[in-house]
T-cell receptor
Framework: AQSVTQLGSHVSVSEGALVLLRCNYSSSVPPYLFWYVQYPNQGLQLLLK??????LVKGINGFEAEFKKSETSFHLTKPSAHMSDAAEYFC????????????FGTGTQLKVEL | DSGVTQTPKHLITATGQRVTLRCSPRSGDLSVYWYQQSLDQGLQFLIQYYNGEERAKGNILERFSAQQFPDLHSELNLSSLELGDSALYFCASSLRTSANTGELFFGEGSRLTVL
């Protein structure tokens, strides 16, 4: 079964600093991988997705992630954090033959400080 | 606005009671998913329906059931409620023509509090 592990339940960065949120996956088949963001009192919103095309994926709001098969990782990065990036971020994996069912990680709460 | 509508937004009830959560998917989306989000369990997949048929089942308790109606809206029924059922219940829908892109559109959730 597919699964993802997010390292660090809370990450704090200064405004303007690099954001790095870590995600490692476990899958018996080439996975589809996703990052979703959840702002307070809202549902989840797709940031970006990897579906076996380019390994470097660009998403919304300046975020990007790189699929590294050798490291089984799909870390999320943003060069310069903004206060509006404060939210909870979820990594998720989908079995390509699994009909869109997503398995989510436990989430990382990002705090951005002045 | 994702286009997915969930009602009610908040619900407070007592142990042993039964509640129904409702979800209207985005226009044209045939798949509906239910997820439970709690502090201790995180985001857990409960069940998926596609065009009225159950497609996949996750960690859904026997006390819970769901269905998708001909107009594609879905309901999640939770019965014999326990304190531990307190959580945020999300509905999501996916693109009609998508075989498996994994892009789910989430509603804002229904927050259930069991006292």
């Amino acid at each position: 079964a597919q699964s993802v592990t997010q390292l660090g339940s809370h990450v704090s960065v200064s405004e303007g600093a690099l954001v790095l949120l870590r995600c490692n996956y476990s899958s018996s088949v080439p996975p589809y991988l996703f990052w979703y963001v959840q702002y307070p009192n809202q549902g989840l919103q797709l940031l970006l997705k990897y579906t076996s095309a380019a390994t470097l994926v660009k998403g919304i709001n300046g975020f990007e992630a790189e699929f590294k098969k050798s490291e089984t990782s799909f870390h999320l990065t943003k060069p310069s954090a903004h206060m509006s990036d404060a939210a909870e971020y979820f990594c998720a994996v989908s079995d390509p033959g699994g009909g869109n069912k997503l398995t989510f990680g436990t989430g990382t709460q990002l705090k951005v400080e002045l | 606005d994702s286009g997915v509508t969930q009602t009610p937004k908040h619900l407070i009830t007592a142990t042993g009671q039964r509640v129904t959560l409702r979800c209207s998917p985005r226009s044209g989306d045939l798949s509906v998913y239910w997820y439970q989000q709690s502090l201790d369990q995180g985001l857990q997949f409960l069940i998926q329906y596609y065009n009225g048929e159950e497609r996949a089942k996750g960690n859904i308790l026997e006390r819970f059931s769901a269905q998708q109606f001909p107009d594609l809206h879905s309901e999640l029924n939770l019965s014999s409620l326990e304190l531990g059922d307190s959580a945020l219940y999300f509905c999501a829908s996916s693109l009609r023509t998508s075989a498996n892109t994994g892009e789910l559109f989430f509603g804002e959730g229904s927050r259930l509090t069991v006292l």
